[in-house]
């Protein structure tokens, strides 16, 4: 099929596979589930999201499935996801259903009178300043919390902290102190052998003497015992560091040491640690100030919204009747009773403290009938269109949205349909002569020897199918005339 750029209708008996037809197409855009084995969409001319997850060339699109044990998708040969690809469609594709509330919704209903009180200044401001609000209350709200138990915080960081202040540990300590604890293990050692090397020395001027009467050289003696008088001066001054020490007082700060390095893994990262805690304890003693700074900022951010979203909720407020007009222009045309729009005030929020709400002579939308409900979106979505500055617009799927309605009625839907599709690429499921006769492009779908084809109709065979949707199957002569009557309406 190559589909209308307006008003596409498939009619046809039932049971002939009109549903499954819709929801093959639904399917490619990850708006339904498929029965097809296979199916395939071309979109040209309009372009997914810049963020689209599959990036696109050309002015041409291609979706494609594949149903065998699971469903696959494919976007220009790539395989994606079904929520991917739901996300890559919206905005591009979308079905009216009566599970569908978003028309009615409070947020469409604003937007809607948003757009009649040109507000998009004043709400893309709101937007950036709420966003602002909500992040520096939380931060607010973060700080109040750590507030409440910085008091235990503060104290832990104190206490372990002043561990580590007590020992007051040093880079290379802990080493230096075990090679003096093995000196002092050898320390009797030691002093035997400095005395017998000071034995040796007393006796140095005799090695001498024998050097001269061999008439040898003795530079190398002599270097020699340079070399021996420098050791024992280390001898003897690590003698007088040990003699100094404590042996208690060694082994305690060895101790202490090691239970730090235990905890922490070594000196450096204990250190470390207790510049943590020494900035942690910092962040305490400012927590006071920034609480007060950010309290002040929430007060001014918050003033300058609500002073936002007051102009909004007035420009709303007056614009309120004007769109219930154009709103009821519509729902005329639908044969409906009139709406209502009602706003409240709430608290301050992403839409500006207001929240809206329709209502058909009286009744909400949740006590209306299905045939009534979607009346009132489509007259909603008209209003939208005519508030709108021209442009691309959504594939719209309707399936027997004039089900359950007299003929004035599917007469009035039909006109409504021909409004939408100047701006919408339509497609719908009808059982009514009255719509069928609007169609752009009528498909009809048959099915034969329990297989289903569809075949876009000429005139002629758009009277023959009218006349029978008019006739129930017993095509008459009057009924021929009504059809080829409609048709030239």
Do not use: W
Request: charged share 30%.
């Amino acid at each position: 099929m190559e589909p209308h750029k307006g008003l596409n209708v498939f009619s046809g008996p039932s049971g002939a596979g009109k549903s499954i037809l819709m929801n093959a197409i639904l399917a490619l855009f990850g708006l339904s589930e498929s029965e097809a084995a296979q199916a395939e969409v071309a979109i040209v001319g309009i372009k997914p999201p810049i963020d689209a997850p599959i990036a696109i060339d050309g002015d041409e699109i291609i979706a494609r499935l594949i149903k065998k044990d699971k469903t696959r998708y494919f976007v220009n040969d790539a395989q994606i996801g079904k929520t991917a690809l739901k996300a890559m469609f919206e905005g591009i594709a979308r079905r009216l259903n009566q599970k569908d509330t978003a028309d009615i919704s409070s947020n469409n209903l604003l937007s809607l009178l948003d757009l009649l009180a040109n507000n998009k200044a004043l709400t893309d401001e709101f937007a950036q300043r709420y966003d602002r609000l909500k992040t520096q209350k939380a931060q607010l709200e973060a700080l109040k919390n750590k507030e409440a138990s910085a008091q235990d915080l503060r104290e832990f960081a104190r206490f372990e902290l002043d561990k580590i202040v007590s020992i007051a540990p040093k880079e290379g300590e802990y080493e230096r102190l075990l090679e003096l604890k093995k000196r002092l293990s050898k320390k009797e050692k030691l002093a035997e052998i400095l005395e017998k090397t000071l034995e040796f020395k007393e006796k140095e001027s005799e090695a001498y003497a024998l050097y001269d009467a061999l008439g040898l050289n003795r530079a190398v003696f002599e270097e020699a015992m340079f070399d021996l008088d420098a050791t024992i001066a280390k001898a003897r001054s690590a003698l007088e560091e040990i003699e100094t020490l404590d042996p208690e007082t060694m082994l305690d700060r060895i101790e202490r040491l090691s239970s730090l390095i235990r905890r922490f893994g070594g000196i450096d990262k204990a250190l470390a640690y207790a510049q943590e805690k020494k900035a942690e304890i910092a962040s305490f003693e400012s927590l006071e100030t920034d609480i007060k700074r950010l309290t002040n900022e929430v007060k001014e951010l918050e003033a300058s919204a609500i002073a936002l979203a007051n102009k909004i909720c007035e420009g709303r407020i007056k614009a309120a009747k004007p769109l219930e007009t154009k709103i009821n222009g519509f729902l005329t045309q639908l044969r409906m009773n009139l709406a209502a729009i009602a706003l409240t005030k709430t608290e301050l929020n992403e839409q500006a403290g207001q929240k809206a709400a329709i209502a058909l002579n009286g009744a909400s939308v949740e006590k209306i009938s299905g045939g009534e409900f979607n009346r009132l979106r489509l007259a909603l979505l008209c209003a939208r269109e005519e508030l709108q500055e021209e442009g691309d617009r959504a594939a719209l799927f309707l399936d027997e949205i004039d089900a359950n309605v007299s003929g004035e009625e599917a007469a009035s839907i039909a006109k409504v349909l021909k409004f939408l599709s100047t701006r919408y690429q339509i497609f719908a499921i009808s059982h009514h002569s009255q719509l069928t006769s609007k169609a752009d492009a009528h498909y009809l779908v048959s099915k034969e020897h329990g297989e289903s084809r569809v075949c876009l109709l000429d005139r002629k065979g758009r009277i023959y199918e009218i006349a029978r949707i008019i006739s129930a199957d017993q095509i008459t002569d009057s009924a021929l005339k009504h059809a080829e009557a409609l048709l030239d309406e």
